[in-house]
């Protein structure tokens, strides 16, 4: 294995594993909160369509990814009303969320199908691109990879040195006690209900408008999934969800790398790996239920009546 195959596979792990981390770190937030939405997944779908139509009439990759994240915010929304305000289960308003997702998202882009465009180009930082091997890995990436990238450093500070940030751990662990003491506790998970959304928004769009510049049905694959398992694979912090994502976007085009190393293994088996990986970490993770119960939010999950 040379090292331009090396350099490579380096790049595209990073590329692969944009839109997982975008989607992850939203749903971290989201889970910080004490909220559990499951609808990561239509979410993103939403996302990659919306973002692909509007992309495709106006010739404008910026209000493409901006309507792909108010795409990802107003499924969101729908989710908080429903589970928020109705106080329906957390769970089955996700799942039914990627299931009105998954169906809404192939009826508007039924028509789009095939259809396709120029993708985002990428951005060479000046200097630090023409470094031997590490400036094409790290520093010639289009600007949502360093976006993302930026977004997770924030994040860590905001959790780590934020009055805002305790904010959001807090009402996560207790929301009784959050409200107690004055916390507008549902002001704050729709909050990160939202950013979660704008986030999976963008994560689709980023597969659509970008890795590949076109839509198809379900174009998603699962990512939105995979992200749901990496936020309790990184024990909800966010550096973790970085190596995770990576991890995860490494899998993802192993199936193409054995390929190109001639393994006589079908292409669809090959094609399972970051599933197959996905469900080995969670039997893994499943095994320590304590190590669980030491980092989830307390309160994920649980429904919260208040009292205001």
Same mark, same amino acid.
């Given at each position: 294995?040379?090292?331009?195959?090396?350099?490579?596979?380096?790049?595209?792990?990073?590329?692969? %594993?944009?839109?997982?981390?975008?989607?992850?770190?939203?749903?971290?937030?989201?889970?910080?909160? &004490?909220?559990?939405?499951?609808?990561?997944?239509?979410?993103?779908?939403?996302?990659? /369509?919306?973002?692909?139509? *509007?992309?495709?009439?106006?010739?404008?990759?910026?209000?493409?990814?901006?309507?792909?994240?108010?795409?990802?915010?107003?499924?969101?929304?729908?989710?908080?009303?429903?589970?928020?305000?109705?106080?329906?289960?957390?769970?089955?308003?996700?799942?039914?969320?990627?299931?009105? $997702?998954?169906?809404?998202?192939?009826?508007?882009?039924?028509?789009?199908?095939?259809?396709?465009?120029?993708?985002?180009?990428?951005?060479?930082?000046?200097?630090?691109?023409? @470094? !031997?091997?590490?400036?094409?890995?790290?520093?010639? #990436?289009?600007?949502? *990879? =360093? @976006?993302?990238?930026?977004?997770?450093?924030?994040?860590?500070?905001?959790?780590?040195?934020?009055?805002?940030?305790?904010?959001?751990?807090?009402?996560?662990?207790?929301?009784?006690?959050?409200?107690?003491?004055?916390?507008?506790?549902?002001?704050?998970?729709?909050?990160? @209900?939202?950013?979660? $959304?704008?986030?999976? &928004?963008?994560?689709?769009?980023?597969?659509?408008?970008?890795?590949? +510049?076109?839509?198809?049905?379900?174009?998603?694959?699962?990512? %939105?999934?995979?992200?749901?398992?990496?936020?309790?694979?990184?024990?909800?912090?966010?550096?973790?969800?970085?190596?995770?994502?990576?991890?995860?976007?490494?899998?993802?085009?192993? #199936?193409?790398?054995?390929?190109?190393?001639?393994?006589?293994?079908?292409?669809?088996?090959?094609?399972?790996? !970051? =599933?197959?990986?996905?469900?080995? /970490?969670? /039997?893994?993770?499943?095994?320590?239920?304590?190590?669980?119960?030491?980092?989830? !939010?307390?309160?994920? &999950?649980? +429904?919260? #009546?208040?009292?205001?």
């Amino acid at each position: 294995m040379d090292i331009n195959l090396i350099t490579n596979i380096l790049y595209m792990t990073i590329i692969t %594993g944009t839109p997982i981390l975008f989607v992850a770190l939203g749903e971290l937030v989201c889970e910080k909160s &004490g909220v559990l939405n499951l609808g990561q997944e239509g979410m993103m779908l939403m996302g990659a /369509v919306f973002g692909f139509i *509007v992309a495709y009439h106006t010739e404008s990759l910026l209000l493409g990814f901006t309507f792909a994240m108010i795409a990802g915010v107003l499924m969101s929304l729908l989710f908080g009303v429903i589970s928020m305000h109705l106080n329906a289960n957390q769970v089955a308003t996700g799942l039914a969320l990627t299931i009105f $997702g998954s169906g809404l998202s192939a009826f508007v882009g039924i028509d789009y199908i095939g259809k396709g465009l120029e993708g985002l180009s990428k951005s060479n930082i000046p200097l630090l691109s023409d @470094i !031997p091997v590490l400036g094409k890995i790290l520093f010639s #990436h289009d600007i949502l *990879v =360093y @976006i993302s990238i930026m977004l997770a450093a924030v994040l860590y500070y905001f959790f780590k040195n934020t009055r805002a940030g305790l904010i959001v751990k807090a009402v996560g662990e207790s929301p009784e006690s959050s409200e107690a003491i004055g916390l507008p506790v549902l002001k704050v998970r729709y909050l990160a @209900i939202l950013f979660g $959304g704008a986030m999976a &928004g963008l994560a689709g769009a980023y597969l659509s408008l970008v890795i590949t +510049p076109l839509w198809a049905d379900n174009m998603t694959a699962g990512r %939105g999934w995979i992200a749901l398992a990496l936020v309790v694979f990184a024990s909800w912090r966010v550096e973790r969800a970085i190596i995770g994502a990576y991890l995860f976007g490494f899998m993802s085009i192993m #199936h193409l790398i054995l390929q190109g190393f001639g393994v006589s293994i079908s292409s669809n088996l090959l094609a399972t790996l !970051p =599933y197959v990986v996905t469900i080995v /970490v969670l /039997v893994f993770l499943s095994k320590n239920q304590a190590r669980i119960k030491l980092f989830a !939010p307390v309160s994920l &999950g649980k +429904p919260f #009546h208040s009292n205001r």
